[in-house]
C-alpha cells in the first residue's frame, strides 16, 4: 500500500512502480457459456495485469465477471463456461488453453484460491487438517508427519489459535471466520506466486472481515504473493489494492490506481459505484437526514405540535428476554441459551430505528418477537399502547395488518410458484379487503410505488432479477398500509447500487407513508444511510443505544468503535475532495 | 453415542408389542376357521376339533392368546405349526435362505448401483448416462416376475448358465441369478440416486476449492465427490435390507426357495397364527436394527451427525 502512486495512461495500463515483468497477464479476454438458447457472454476482451508481490482488486457487481475472470485463469469455469478469446499469460507462459495435466499442476502450486463462502468451500466430511494437508501432498511440498507439522503451522500462520488441536476437528465445529482461515492456509499451503481471493470475507461479520484481511494483507506481503482481489464493495478494494479493475456487464470499464479511481472516476458506472458505495455513503447521511427532517415537519404542521409523546411512540419493547431450550443428547441435560437479555427501546411513528449488531447477537430474534413471530421469555413489547401477550385470535389477525416484515433473501422470500400479482395480492385476500377489481388497482398502484412496470404482475419471481424481488417483498409489505415495517437484512443480500436504490425508496416510502421502520443489519454503513436511532447489540444486550449521528459522531463503547473502525473504506478520505484525500 | 444406541434399543420393545400385536389380531381376525379347514371337504370329528382347538389355545379368548403367545417368546418358545413341527424349527430354515438371498442382493445392487451411478453422474449428459438411465427405467417399469421368468428361461434353460431352481440346493452360484432378480429394482434406484448425487456434488463449492488446491481429477472424485455422495445412498441401502427380506415372495416363489417369503404365504393361508406372527415379528426386529445400523452408518460418513 505504501508503494508511490503515478499516474496511468488512459487504456489502464498500471503504475510502473514494480519495475520487472507481470506475472499475470489478461489480454482481450473473451469468456462465454453455452445455454439452450445459444451462447452467452460473461467477459467480454478484458485486460488485466498483475505485477508479481502486486495487490490487485476486481470490482463489480454481482454478474459483472469479475469471478468469471478469475476462475478462468486457473480454469474453473463452472458448468459450460469456456474461454473464447484472448489469452491469459502467466509467469511467461500461455496458459489460455493449458492440458489438464498441466493446469493440475498449476493449481495450488502456482495460483492458488481463497473461495468465496467459508460455509460451503470446506468439505463436510473431512477434517480440517486432513484438507489442508492434501494440498501440500498434491503439491509435493510434505508428505507423512513432516506433512502434519506443516499443517499445524500453515493454520497458525492464518491466524488460527491452538492449531494443532483444531486441525483434528470437523469444518462443522469450526466458525466462519475459523473456516476462512483454514482456506487461507489452503490457497497459501503450497506458496504460490499469486492468490486469487475470490470475495474470501463477504460472508463474515465486518469485525471479523477486517482482521482477517488485515492478516491476509500481512502475510501475503511477507510472502511477496501477488493477490487478485475480487471484490463486489469498493471501499474494501480501495482499503486493500494499490490497483483498481472496475468491472461491468462483463466488460473493464475503468482500470488504475485504486486511489485516482475514487477520487476522480471517469466512467460513468465507476461514478455511479462511488457515490452508492455504502461504506464510503459520508455525504449521503445528510440527503437521507434531509428526507427524514421533512418528514418531521410535515407531521408536525398536519398535527400541529399537541401531540403527546406516548401516543408519538408506536413500538416500545421493555426489558425482553428470549431463552431457548438447547436439547441436550442425554436425560437432563438440556441446556438454556438466553438469546436475547433485557432489551429494551422504542421506536417514535415515522422514525427508522435500526438494531445492528454481528451474527448470533440476538437481533433477528428481537425481530421476530416484535413481529409476534416468537413469545418472549419475559418483558413486554406493547404495539400503540397495547400489549402483544394479551391479544386473542382475532386482534392478533388486527396486528398481522399493521405490522409487516421484509425478509433478507429475496430468492426465498417470495413464493416461485405464485405470479407477481398473486404475490402482492395474497395478504389483501387473506384480509378480505376490496374486490378482485380494486384488489387488481391496489396491486397496479403498488408496484407504481415501488417503481417496477405494471406488466411485472404478470411475472414469476424467477424472472426477476434480486434488486426486483426485493421491490416486489416491499410491496408485498406495504399492501395492507402497514404502521410498521420490520426490516431484518432487507438490502445486505443486494449489490450496492440496488442496495442504494432499495435504501432511497424505503426513505422516500417512509416520508410519503409515515412508516417506522425497524431496521436489523449487520451493517453499520447501512445505518448510517437509514436510520434515525440506533441501539448496537451484542450477546443479546443492547451494548449502546443512541441517535445515528451520537453513534458515528461519539461512540461511546469500545464495541462500537470496533464495529465502525471496521466499516471497509473508513479510514480512507479521498472521496469528495480529490487533492486532499491523497495524502490521507 | 451409549444413550442414542440406548434409547434406540429401548424404542424396540413397544414397537416389537404393537407389531406382534397387530399381526396377532389380524390373523385372528381372518375370516374362516382354521382347525375346520385341516378336515378338508370331509369335516373333522368334533371331539377331535376340540381338541386341537385346546392344544393350540384356539378356545380361548383372543387377548388370552396373544398374551399366552407372548410368554412363550419370552423362553424361546415360538409355538407349534398344526403339522407337529415347532415353529423355531421353521424359523431356523427358512430365514438363512432368505437372509443369504437378501445379502447377496444387496452387495449387488450396491457394488453396481454405485459403480454405474458414480459414472453416470460424472458423464452426465453423455450417451454412458443416457443409456443407463434408460435401462433403468426399464427395470422400474417391468414387474419383478417377468425379469424373473425371464432370466430363469434365458440363462437356466436356454443356455443352461446357470440352475434355474434352487429348491434343497442352496448355495452361491444357485442363489446367483434370484439375488439379481430380487436386487434388480433397487439397483435401478441406487443408480439413480448415486448418479444425481454424484452430479449434484460435482458443482459444489468444496470440490472446486479441491481442485483448487492442485488435487488431480480421481482424487477429487474418489475423496470429495464420492463419499459425500454415498450417504443418500446408504440410506436407500439400509432400509432395502428390510425391504429385501420380506419381499422376496415372488423371486422365492419363481426359484423354487423355501425362504421366508414363501413360508409365510402358506402360513397365512392356513391362518397359523404362531407361524405369521413369529416370522413377521422377527423381520419388524431385523428391519429396525438395520435401521439402527444405518443412522450408526450415517454418523460414522457425515460428522456433522452425531448421537448424543
Not at chain 1, 404502521?483 to 435504501?503: H, K, T
Not at chain 2, 414387474?143 to 452361491?172: E, N
Request: charged share 20%; aromatic share 6%.
Amino acid at each position: 500500500m505504501s508503494h508511490p502512486i503515478t499516474a496511468t495512461t488512459a487504456t489502464g495500463a498500471p503504475a510502473r512502480s514494480h519495475g520487472d515483468t507481470p506475472l499475470l497477464q489478461i489480454r482481450d479476454l473473451d469468456v462465454a457459456f453455452t445455454t439452450a438458447n445459444g451462447t452467452v457472454p460473461a467477459v467480454r476482451g478484458a485486460n488485466l495485469t498483475v505485477y508479481p508481490g502486486q495487490t490487485v482488486a476486481i470490482v463489480g457487481e454481482s454478474g459483472s465477471g469479475k469471478s468469471t475472470t478469475a476462475h478462468a485463469i486457473i480454469d474453473l469455469l463452472p458448468g459450460t463456461g469456456k474461454v473464447t478469446g484472448g489469452s491469459i499469460v502467466f509467469d511467461g507462459q500461455d496458459i489460455t488453453h493449458t492440458g489438464r495435466r498441466e493446469m493440475v499442476a498449476i493449481r495450488g502450486k502456482q495460483i492458488g484460491l481463497v473461495p468465496q463462502d467459508p460455509m460451503s468451500n470446506l468439505n463436510p466430511v473431512w477434517k480440517i487438517g486432513y484438507q489442508v494437508k492434501e494440498a501440500l501432498k498434491a503439491n509435493g511440498i510434505a508428505t507423512g508427519s513432516a506433512a502434519d507439522a506443516r499443517v499445524a503451522e500453515l493454520l497458525a500462520e492464518a491466524g488460527l489459535p491452538d492449531a494443532e488441536r483444531r486441525a483434528k476437528q470437523y469444518p462443522h465445529e469450526f466458525s466462519g471466520g475459523m473456516r476462512q482461515r483454514a482456506l487461507i492456509a489452503i490457497g497459501l499451503a503450497a506458496r504460490p506466486k499469486l492468490l486469487i481471493a475470490d470475495e474470501p470475507t463477504s460472508a463474515l461479520d465486518v469485525t471479523v472481515q477486517r482482521t482477517i484481511l488485515d492478516h491476509l494483507q500481512g502475510l501475503t506481503e511477507e510472502l511477496g504473493t501477488a493477490v487478485l482481489f475480487i471484490t463486489h464493495d469498493l471501499g474494501l478494494a480501495a482499503e486493500r489494492a494499490e490497483h483498481l479493475v472496475v468491472m461491468y456487464r462483463g466488460q473493464v470499464v475503468e482500470s488504475g490506481p485504486a486511489r485516482q479511481i475514487l477520487s476522480a472516476p471517469r466512467h460513468p458506472y465507476t461514478q455511479r459505484l462511488v457515490a452508492s458505495a455504502p461504506s464510503l455513503a459520508s455525504r449521503r447521511i445528510q440527503s437521507a437526514k434531509e428526507r427524514g427532517l421533512e418528514s418531521a415537519e410535515l407531521l408536525a404542521t398536519t398535527h400541529g405540535d399537541g401531540i403527546s409523546p406516548t401516543r408519538d411512540v408506536v413500538v416500545e419493547v421493555e426489558h425482553l428476554t428470549k431463552v431457548f431450550t438447547l436439547r441436550g443428547g442425554r436425560p437432563g441435560s438440556a441446556k438454556d441459551f438466553k438469546a436475547v437479555d433485557d432489551v429494551s427501546f422504542s421506536i417514535k411513528r415515522g422514525t427508522t430505528m435500526a438494531l445492528v449488531g454481528e451474527s448470533g447477537s440476538g437481533k433477528s430474534t428481537v425481530a421476530n418477537v416484535v413481529l409476534n413471530l416468537l413469545e418472549p421469555t419475559s418483558g413486554t413489547v406493547r404495539f400503540d399502547g397495547t400489549d402483544l401477550a394479551g391479544l386473542g385470535a382475532k386482534e392478533l389477525f388486527a396486528f398481522r395488518r399493521r405490522v409487516q416484515p421484509i425478509f433478507q433473501n429475496p430468492y426465498g422470500s417470495l413464493d416461485p410458484m405464485y405470479s407477481i400479482f398473486r404475490t402482492i395480492e395474497e395478504p389483501l385476500r387473506t384480509h378480505r379487503i376490496g374486490d378482485r377489481r380494486s384488489r387488481e388497482k391496489k396491486v397496479r398502484e403498488l408496484l407504481d410505488m415501488v417503481a417496477l412496470p405494471q406488466t411485472t404482475m404478470r411475472r414469476y419471481p424467477n424472472e426477476l432479477s434480486g434488486g426486483q424481488r426485493q421491490r416486489i417483498a416491499i410491496a408485498r409489505a406495504l399492501a395492507l398500509e402497514p404502521e410498521v415495517i420490520v426490516c431484518d437484512e432487507a438490502v445486505s443480500a443486494l449489490d450496492v447500487l440496488v442496495q442504494a436504490q432499495i435504501l432511497t425508496l424505503l426513505n422516500d416510502l417512509q416520508a410519503e407513508l409515515g412508516l417506522s421502520y425497524l431496521f436489523i443489519t449487520h451493517d453499520l454503513a447501512v445505518v448510517r444511510q437509514i436510520a434515525d436511532e440506533v441501539c448496537v447489540m451484542r450477546s443479546g444486550r443492547v451494548v449502546e443505544a443512541a441517535t445515528t449521528d451520537e453513534v458515528f459522531d461519539d461512540p461511546r463503547e469500545a464495541y462500537t468503535r470496533e464495529l465502525l473502525a471496521a466499516i471497509p473504506g473508513a479510514h480512507l478520505e479521498v472521496f469528495g475532495t480529490p487533492g486532499e484525500g491523497l495524502s490521507a | 453415542m451409549a444413550w442414542y444406541i440406548g434409547r434406540r434399543l429401548l424404542q424396540m420393545v413397544p414397537v416389537f408389542l404393537g407389531a406382534t400385536l397387530l399381526i396377532y389380531a389380524m390373523v385372528f381376525a381372518l375370516p374362516g376357521d382354521p382347525v375346520l379347514a385341516l378336515g378338508g371337504d370331509r369335516g373333522l370329528n368334533p371331539a377331535v376339533a376340540e381338541q386341537i382347538r385346546a392344544e393350540f389355545n384356539l378356545d380361548k379368548p383372543f387377548i388370552v392368546q396373544y398374551l399366552l403367545y407372548l410368554q412363550g417368546i419370552l423362553t424361546f418358545d415360538f409355538g407349534t405349526t398344526f403339522s407337529g413341527r415347532s415353529v423355531r424349527d421353521v424359523m431356523a430354515e427358512a430365514f438363512p435362505v432368505t437372509f443369504q438371498l437378501a445379502v447377496m442382493a444387496l452387495v449387488f445392487e450396491a457394488v453396481l448401483g454405485v459403480a454405474a451411478g458414480l459414472v453416470a453422474g460424472l458423464r452426465k449428459g453423455r450417451l454412458f448416462d443416457a443409456t443407463v438411465l434408460l435401462v433403468s427405467l426399464v427395470v422400474i417399469a417391468v414387474p419383478t416376475f417377468v425379469i424373473g421368468f425371464v432370466l430363469q428361461f434365458a440363462l437356466g434353460v436356454q443356455w443352461r448358465l446357470l440352475p434355474p431352481t434352487v429348491g434343497g440346493d442352496v448355495s452361491f452360484r444357485t442363489l446367483l441369478m434370484p439375488a439379481l432378480v430380487l436386487g434388480a429394482v433397487s439397483l435401478a434406484y441406487v443408480l439413480r440416486l448415486t448418479r444425481t448425487s454424484v452430479a449434484e456434488n460435482l458443482s459444489a463449492d468444496f470440490v472446486r476449492t479441491a481442485t483448487a488446491k492442485g488435487l488431480s481429477r480421481p482424487r477429487v472424485v474418489t475423496v470429495h465427490v464420492l463419499r459425500n455422495s454415498l450417504i443418500p445412498v446408504i440410506t436407500f441401502l439400509g432400509a432395502d435390507l428390510g425391504t429385501l427380506m420380506g419381499g422376496a415372495i415372488v423371486t422365492e416363489g419363481i426359484f423354487n426357495i423355501n425362504g421366508v417369503g414363501g413360508t409365510l404365504y402358506r402360513a397365512i393361508q392356513q391362518g397359523q397364527a404362531p407361524t405369521v406372527v413369529s416370522l413377521t415379528t422377527v423381520l419388524v426386529v431385523v428391519y429396525i436394527v438395520a435401521n439402527l445400523f444405518v443412522d450408526l452408518l450415517y454418523a460414522a460418513l457425515d460428522p456433522r451427525i452425531r448421537y448424543a
